[in-house]
């Protein structure tokens, strides 16, 4: 351990990298904190310093840092073979995971066309559905349906159909305008409502908004069960399955992205399997790779596929690339994680996590702060609020999370609230004991954020 280096690192780090997400002034009194090394749940600072990483480092860490099998499959693939472009050829390991996507995800999902990030991986989606449409000459849909509170990622094209205001609002001319439509968040339920019966009357909503206008729409996108950046809001799975019918029955596209909710987050291997839905197109990344590599992957069916196959000239091939589209060493690393999700019983072992969270956070519900304390398998939210009769939110400004996040590090946990929402969504080697730690240094920071 080594405060000084810490320290250097800090200055150093502050005088040339830009952060993602963050504004840099914070830091004038916010610490940077240089990490040296991980091991399954933990991170450890130059100074020797431990965080527990409640939020699995923005949710792409997946079973644990530096996992053994993942790591051996990144020492061999290194041998072997770096990369190749993906155009007019090919490498077993972006065969073998193709393969492998394909037989785990929904029936019905038989293509599979790779990307690097989650982002680029909303963008392939969108772009294939008005492609898939104007090459069966309905070039006139051009628009998506998009719900509140959603988000899809920072990319133009992603972020039009995003939801966020605090990432949207700024770039809001530059956007493409889709359709939104209420959100089936349960949150957002009318007094004595269920979630159930809300998913249902945003169902309803749903299908005027098609009634009027599915003729010029390609797609309808949306994260199924949670609506993670926008709050960790969650909805009933029934909504998946009204979805999928309304999709069906006004001919538009489905696309699902479960590039936070994916690969047993929500308790099953995909969300969307809790409605008993295939979408038209699923959008993969995050956990993709346990949180190693960069790498998305867009699974979609025979039928669009069949649309972009006829000769050259036709003109109705799909020309979009990303330079390092199915990198070998980023699909061994996602090999990997699905041969662990595929060998051992990590669904079974995160049931019983979930229950003892749950039984954690119980307590949390009576706090005079607290509105709301919901979870979806191994993702679980703390809604705060000034006032918990009226709902009324704390202002933004007070940044009152912020706080939380403070108080996180002080005690050795990373928790990273969105605005006044604490959440957890941990990696799955995280033990019971862990589960305590973490949950008893939220409940401390939420008493000091909120005094
Ligand atoms: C993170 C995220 C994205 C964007 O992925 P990036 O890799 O950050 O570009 C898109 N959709 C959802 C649901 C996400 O959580």
């Given at each position: 351990?080594?405060?000084?280096?810490?320290?250097?690192?800090?200055?150093r780090?502050?005088?040339v990298?830009?952060?993602?997400?963050?504004?840099?002034?914070?830091?004038?009194?916010?610490?940077?904190?240089?990490?040296?090394?991980?091991?399954?749940?933990?991170?450890?600072?130059?100074?020797?310093?431990?965080?527990?990483?409640?939020?699995?480092?923005?949710?792409?860490?997946?079973?644990?840092?530096?996992?053994?099998?993942?790591?051996?499959?990144?020492?061999?693939?290194?041998?072997?073979?770096?990369?190749?472009?993906l155009?007019?050829?090919?490498?077993?390991?972006?065969?073998?995971?193709?393969?492998?996507?394909?037989?785990?995800t929904?029936?019905?999902l038989?293509?599979?066309?790779?990307?690097?990030?989650?982002?680029?991986?909303?963008?392939?989606?969108?772009?294939?559905?008005?492609?898939?449409?104007?090459?069966?000459?309905?070039g006139?849909?051009?628009?998506?349906?998009?719900?509140?509170?959603?988000?899809?990622?920072?990319?133009?094209?992603?972020?039009?159909?995003?939801?966020?205001?605090?990432?949207?609002?700024?770039?809001?001319?530059?956007?493409?305008?889709?359709?939104?439509?209420?959100?089936?968040?349960?949150?957002?339920?009318?007094?004595?409502?269920?979630?159930?019966?809300?998913?249902?009357?945003?169902?309803?909503?749903?299908?005027?908004?098609?009634?009027h206008?599915?003729?010029e729409?390609?797609?309808?996108?949306?994260?199924?069960?949670?609506?993670?950046?926008?709050?960790?809001?969650?909805?009933d799975?029934?909504?998946?399955?009204?979805?999928?019918?309304?999709?069906?029955?006004?001919?538009?596209?489905?696309?699902?992205?479960?590039?936070?909710?994916?690969?047993?987050?929500?308790?099953?291997l995909?969300?969307?399997?809790?409605?008993n839905?295939?979408?038209?197109?699923?959008?993969?990344?995050?956990?993709?790779?346990?949180?190693?590599?960069?790498l998305s992957?867009?699974?979609?069916?025979?039928?669009?596929?069949?649309?972009?196959?006829?000769?050259?000239?036709?003109?109705?091939?799909?020309?979009?690339?990303?330079?390092?589209?199915?990198?070998?060493?980023?699909?061994?690393?996602?090999?990997?994680?699905?041969h662990?999700?595929?060998?051992?019983?990590?669904?079974?072992?995160?049931?019983?996590?979930?229950?003892?969270?749950?039984?954690?956070?119980?307590?949390?519900?009576?706090?005079?702060?607290?509105?709301?304390?919901?979870?979806?398998?191994?993702?679980?939210?703390i809604?705060l609020?000034?006032?918990?009769?009226?709902?009324?939110?704390?202002?933004?400004?007070?940044?009152?999370?912020?706080r939380?996040?403070?108080?996180?590090l002080?005690?050795?946990?990373?928790?990273?609230?969105?605005?006044?929402?604490?959440?957890?969504?941990?990696?799955?080697?995280?033990?019971?004991?862990?589960?305590?730690?973490?949950?008893?240094?939220?409940?401390?920071?939420?008493?000091?954020?909120?005094?």
């Amino acid at each position: 351990m080594d405060t000084s280096l810490a320290n250097r690192l800090a200055v150093r780090d502050l005088a040339v990298v830009w952060h993602p997400c963050t504004q840099m002034h914070d830091h004038e009194t916010l610490p940077m904190l240089p990490i040296a090394s991980a091991e399954g749940a933990w991170l450890t600072g130059h100074d020797g310093k431990r965080y527990l990483d409640a939020v699995s480092s923005w949710w792409t860490c997946l079973l644990g840092h530096r996992h053994p099998r993942i790591v051996a499959a990144l020492k061999d693939q290194l041998d072997r073979l770096d990369h190749v472009m993906l155009a007019g050829f090919t490498h077993e390991p972006a065969i073998e995971l193709a393969e492998e996507l394909v037989r785990i995800t929904p029936a019905g999902l038989d293509r599979v066309f790779y990307a690097d990030n989650g982002s680029s991986a909303i963008e392939v989606a969108l772009k294939l559905s008005f492609h898939y449409w104007r090459n069966l000459g309905r070039g006139e849909r051009t628009r998506f349906i998009a719900l509140s509170g959603g988000y899809h990622g920072e990319t133009l094209g992603a972020l039009s159909v995003t939801d966020v205001a605090l990432y949207r609002e700024t770039y809001a001319p530059l956007l493409m305008q889709p359709i939104f439509a209420r959100s089936p968040d349960a949150y957002e339920s009318e007094p004595g409502e269920s979630a159930a019966e809300c998913a249902q009357r945003r169902l309803r909503e749903m299908r005027a908004l098609l009634e009027h206008n599915a003729h010029e729409v390609c797609a309808v996108i949306v994260e199924p069960l949670v609506q993670c950046a926008g709050g960790m809001r969650m909805h009933d799975a029934g909504y998946l399955t009204g979805l999928r019918a309304l999709c069906d029955e006004f001919d538009v596209h489905l696309i699902a992205d479960e590039i936070a909710v994916g690969f047993g987050r929500t308790g099953t291997l995909f969300a969307c399997e809790q409605g008993n839905i295939a979408p038209d197109f699923l959008c993969l990344s995050k956990g993709l790779t346990g949180g190693t590599l960069p790498l998305s992957a867009v699974l979609t069916t025979q039928t669009v596929y069949a649309a972009f196959y006829a000769e050259y000239s036709a003109g109705k091939a799909f020309l979009h690339s990303h330079s390092y589209t199915g990198n070998p060493i980023a699909c061994r690393a996602a090999l990997a994680t699905l041969h662990v999700l595929r060998d051992e019983p990590v669904l079974e072992r995160n049931r019983a996590l979930a229950t003892h969270l749950a039984a954690k956070l119980a307590p949390l519900v009576d706090h005079p702060h607290v509105a709301d304390v919901r979870q979806t398998g191994m993702i679980a939210a703390i809604e705060l609020v000034r006032d918990k009769k009226t709902r009324a939110p704390f202002p933004a400004n007070e940044r009152r999370g912020l706080r939380v996040y403070r108080h996180g590090l002080e005690r050795g946990a990373v928790l990273r609230p969105l605005g006044n929402v604490v959440y957890f969504m941990p990696p799955f080697c995280i033990t019971p004991d862990e589960i305590d730690f973490m949950v008893e240094v939220a409940a401390e920071g939420i008493d000091i954020a909120v005094a």
